[in-house]
């Protein structure tokens, strides 16, 4: 099984390197320069990123150029409608039923989690450090840990403010795995999710994206017969609930820029190679 504490430890120095070909991008560092600013040799630095992303730096710095997401998009252009029309635009349903959605009703929303139990986790993930918790009916929040574990858990208690929180590694760890490397065969992952009508429409239409494919804040907007909607898409994104698993990574600007992400853009580029690593092979 895959060590999510050594991959974890990886992704500090592969962020860290793209973080530098940001910022270098007009000089197009090569290996050794790369190398060289995360403190390993060549070689290490090739082994640990290969051993992390699944193929080189050089093929990974191919998928996260703005041109090749604009190939990825126009590829992708009209995923969305087609799976709408292909029988599995049922509320819940993803495109390979790998995960299976539960809204709060109307009445729980307004509840804000009242007599609900949540238990939550502090783990290693492939992109960094997340919280995860769950209640009895699913994932209810995911999110990258970059401050200290208090913000995180003060961002899960703004998200559900009557729920009874309780610490549980024990309940959340296995599920970590099954979200990361859910393996040939997965057992579906139940989420539940509080949100208004339009937010949770816009998190069912990503969850309905395969890995390795993308849309833009128009072409999601469109899903909804309202071009002019990318805006609400836009705030719909950032009130995401469940990072990764809603990939709202997988939405560029139009003219293929990876645009903003609320654990940022360094992170959003590595998901996005990862994925489409894992996706070519």
Known sequence: MTDLTQLSADYARVEQAIRYIET???RQPDLNELAAHVGLSEYHFQRLFTRWAGISPKR?????TRE?????LGSSANLLEATYGSGLSGPGRLHDLFVQTEAVTPGEYKSKGVGLEIAYGFHPSPFGECLLALTSRGICFLAFVD??????????AQAWPNARLNES??????VIKRIFFPGNAPAPLHIHLRGTNFQIKVWEALLRL????????????????????????????AHNPLAYVIPCHRVLQKTGLFGNYRYGSSRKKAILGWEMARAES
């Open 210 to 237: 395969p890995p390795g494919r993308l849309t833009t804040y128009q072409g999601l907007a469109k899903q909804f017969h309202s071009p002019a909607a990318a805006r609400a898409v836009g705030n719909a994104l």
């Open 60 to 64: 990974f710095l191919q998928f996260i």
């Open 68 to 72: 090749h997401a604009k190939e990825i």
């Open 147 to 156: 401050d200290t574990h208090s913000t995180a858990l003060k961002d899960l």
């Open 169 to 174: 590694q024990h309940q959340t760890a296995p």
């Open 24 to 26: 270098n991008a007009h």
